[in-house]
């Protein structure tokens, strides 16, 4: 069975749902390095404190009454097996239809060989080292596995991103090339950051555009973490006279409340407060024809 593995989201819009899913995220030894007692507290403390406002959010951007990052991960599986002919399935790290119920799934029917593509183009500790350690929890002795650990540089996932952005190019003066922050100790455990740096370098060439500057977002917590962050980027971009820009998230495959959001609104204002013009957003790349190509050709590779 094919599998694509997604970090997950709250299963409905409530904040029980939302709290839950904060609980299970931040108890993770992946997201949060502290021990265990550290992590349920601090787990527990913000679930209690940003449910209610996480399932508003929610309500303001949910596709058919679902999460964005839940509706366009099962569409893009749906897509994926069709044109494939193989049975490919959505999974996710936290929350419903997890990595545990969803192998559990595929052994009632009889299988024993598993691929997985996680959704995390890039390579970091806190989504893709987990999404592993989860799968060999899980793996039994007999059954055979493989996983895709990057595919940062994979020329069709290159040019999906420059097609999703290239309707943009000709109004703007810059891109923000945004990527999730991490916490900078973890980035000596993967390349994430060589991994990212490398798509931009391949997107630049792929445009032929090469005003592109990565910036990173969602910092969350205390300590050092990668930077600058995204805020502070556009804010130079239209200090230095940059009338309109773009922004696209080439680490997030699924839009979710870190693009649609923080990127697509907030960041929007940071640009406007500071005298920009317009700042176009390109879409992430969902459940499209592209991106359910790209997902076929890396099955057929493994």
């Not at 929350?95 to 183009?121: Q, S």
């Not at 007999?142 to 595919?151: C, N, P």
């Not at 940071?270 to 359910?292: I, K, Q, R, Y």
Request: hydrophobic residues 40%.
């Amino acid at each position: 069975m094919d599998i694509i593995v997604n970090l997950g989201a709250p299963e409905d819009l409530t904040a029980e749902a939302a709290s839950r899913f904060i609980r299970e995220f931040l108890s993770d030894p992946c997201v949060i390095s502290l021990p265990y007692p550290m992590r349920k507290f601090i787990a527990s403390m913000a679930a209690k404190k940003r449910a209610a406002i996480y399932a508003e959010m929610l309500k303001a951007i949910c596709v058919d009454g679902k999460h964005p990052l839940r509706h366009y991960t099962e569409s893009l599986a749906a897509k994926v097996s069709a044109a494939s002919g193989h049975m490919t399935v959505a999974a996710y790290r936290y929350g419903a239809k997890n990595l545990e119920e969803t192998v559990n799934y595929a052994r009632e029917y009889g299988f024993d060989e598993f691929c997985f593509i996680p959704m995390f183009p890039q390579n970091a500790f806190s989504t893709t080292v987990s999404a592993k350690r989860e799968i060999k929890r899980l793996m039994r002795r007999r059954e055979r596995w493989k996983f895709l650990s990057s595919y940062c540089d994979h020329p069709l996932y290159i040019k999906a991103l420059a097609k999703s952005l290239e309707p943009f190019l000709g109004k703007v003066d810059a891109v923000a090339a945004t990527f999730h922050s991490v916490p900078v100790k973890h980035t000596k455990k993967t390349p994430y950051v060589a991994e990212c740096q490398k798509t931009v370098e391949l997107l630049k060439k792929e445009t032929g555009f090469d005003n592109i500057t990565i910036a990173w977002q969602s910092k969350s917590g205390r300590g050092d973490w990668l930077g600058p962050g995204a805020v502070e980027v556009v804010r130079k971009m239209a200090k230095d006279g940059r009338k309109n820009i773009a922004a696209i998230c080439p680490g997030f495959a699924c839009d979710c409340t870190e693009t649609v959001v923080e990127i697509g609104r907030l960041l929007r204002q940071e640009f406007a407060g500071e005298g920009g013009g317009e700042m176009f957003v390109a879409p992430c790349l969902n459940d499209s024809d592209a991106h359910a190509e790209l997902f076929v050709k890396l099955f057929q590779e493994m």
